[in-house]
């Protein structure tokens, strides 16, 4: 491998790391570690392995057939088929990006204690300039690199001492000790903010701006297993703090506010500005991917112009998407909506869509006239099917269950 | 014919148990039980961190008034039990004292 190659491929990897973490990944890690101790881990486990081979997936069908995603599908499925599953998770991502949005308020409000509502508006704004004006490369770069702050979480949870046999325990698979409608529900939530669809648009997308062929196999292959593989690890360090300092205490996260001192004990007087650091560079990077691949969806179902590299004039409804996407994000969370509320639901909800977004990528690349040989094992697309489709009929049953009991 | 009456069953069958599901409340005063709780040691977390300098008096003060507003809303339900219900107001006491403290 060249030494060019090489430093793509690092670059590649941090980026993956840094960007893994958002505020749906946070949250619900968060809400697993103080509710059910180390119980959830296995999800956090099994929902990485999936969504590994997925970005795979998604950046080899784009690197052999030179489509992304939504346009793939569009153009083996036809646009009737395409399009109600494309709208709904359009619909998903609008609550997605409030719920981000949300996140970069609320690390505002902590510091200043001025409402989340205050600042939607201004946060939206914010990032409408940086996706208009910046390229895709910066953006990635700029932001995951600046989400590396969130390793703080592993390190908080290296220095908290957790018991190693709990811990491994908790990568087994196993039922609820209580409250199994919150169990199931926190689960599916962690399902649906790691294996986000946003993300694979977002991913192949960028492979296609970055003009990847089969050369990129093996950088994507390794991005995909070392990029998801350590981001996991940051989720798996969220739950494990919150697992120590909320747990014994009875603490349930009801609110983000509470989570800010979570990394206190463990970092003292670094704890606070990393937690609060961490939640708005993570939120804000995740909006931008969110808006982008909101735009690269819609522009590749309705084969408008799309790309995030060129003059906004030159591609007047993809800047027109994410400005609705951006905005519409912001104006929810001038509502006064419970971000840590709208963080869950839209969690599970991305649980729900994930078969109309991952059945028919499974096919396109088991299909020969898109990817060739480099068609998917078995393994890949049985961990895939089995994973989403139980995320997703879970999430159907454990959504009214948690609406039923309050969160 | 036969599939299509088996489907539409099915689907009834999912509905009626989504509307049992959201029928069934938890119980107002478990709830309120744990919820006063969870508060009483965020907010004890909070003021340890605090004597610490860990965490900004601003943030310790948010905490207090966000505590105090979530139990006065459970407080509203008429099932909660008056030991409950005064286990409850300690919390909001000490809830509105940090608050109040951190101006």
């Known amino acids: ?84 599953p494309r709208l709904l998770e359009v619909l998903v991502n609008l609550l997605v990006i409030a719920a981000e949005i949300g996140g970069v308020c609320l690390a505002l409000k902590i510091i200043t204690g001025v409402p989340v509502a205050v600042w939607a508006i201004p946060v939206g704004l914010v990032l409408w300039i940086v996706v208009w004006v910046g390229t895709l490369e910066w953006i990635e770069n700029t932001t995951a690199i600046l989400g590396l702050m969130t390793i703080a979480f592993v390190i908080a949870a290296w220095k908290l001492h957790p018991d190693p046999h709990e811990v491994l325990r908790g990568l087994i698979p196993s039922r609820s000790p209580h409250d199994a409608a919150r169990f199931w529900f926190i689960a599916v939530s962690i399902a649906g903010s790691t294996i986000s669809p946003y993300m694979f648009h977002f991913y192949s997308s960028g492979a296609i701006e970055e003009e990847w062929d089969e050369k990129s196999l093996t950088s994507n292959r390794m991005t995909a297993i070392l990029g998801m593989g350590f981001g996991c690890l940051m989720s798996i360090g969220v739950l494990i703090v919150s697992a120590v300092v909320f747990a014994p205490k009875g603490i349930h996260v009801d609110s983000y506010e509470q989570l800010a001192v979570v990394l206190s004990p463990a970092l003292g007087r670094w704890g606070f500005p990393l937690f609060v650091g961490s939640l708005a560079v993570c939120c804000f990077g995740a909006a931008v991917e969110i808006a982008l691949a909101t735009s690269y969806l819609l522009g590749q179902t309705f084969g408008w112009n799309w790309s995030e590299n060129s003059e906004p004039t030159k591609g007047a409804r993809f800047a027109l998407t994410y400005t609705a996407v951006i905005f519409g994000g912001a104006l929810i969370m001038t509502t006064g909506l419970d971000p840590l509320k709208l963080t869950m639901f839209s969690m599970a909800l991305t649980a729900v869509i994930l078969p109309t977004v991952i059945m028919p990528f499974l096919l396109l690349v088991n299909d020969e006239h898109y990817v060739g040989e480099h068609r998917s094992g078995w393994i890949g697309n049985t961990v895939v099917f089995i994973v989403v489709l139980v995320a997703s009929i879970i999430a159907i049953v454990a959504i009214p269950l948690e609406l039923a009991g309050g969160s | 014919m036969a599939e299509r009456r088996c489907l539409v069953r099915g ?80 919390v909001i006491t000490a809830a509105n004292k940090i608050s109040e403290g951190g101006k």
């Open chain 1, 1 to 84: 491998m060249k030494r060019k190659d090489l430093l793509n491929l690092t670059l590649g990897i941090i980026t993956s790391i840094g960007g893994f973490l958002e505020v749906g990944s946070m949250a619900t890690s968060a809400a697993a570690g103080a509710d059910f101790g180390y119980k959830l881990l296995w999800v956090i486990v099994f929902s990485t392995l999936c969504l590994i081979f997925l970005i795979e997936m998604s950046g080899r069908l784009a690197a052999v057939s030179k489509r992304a995603l939504a346009d793939a599908v569009r153009e083996r499925f036809g646009f009737v088929f395409t399009v109600i």
């Open chain 2, 11 to 90: 689907a009834e069958a999912l509905l009626v148990f989504v509307l049992l599901t959201a029928a069934c409340n938890k119980d107002a005063d478990e709830e309120l039980q744990k919820s006063a709780r969870s508060w009483r040691s965020t907010l004890e977390l909070v003021q340890r961190e605090q004597a610490k300098h860990s965490v900004p008096a601003k943030y310790v003060k948010q905490v207090g008034e966000l505590a105090s507003k979530s139990l006065e809303k459970e407080l509203k339900n008429p099932d909660v039990k008056p030991e409950t219900r005064r286990e409850a107001q300690a």
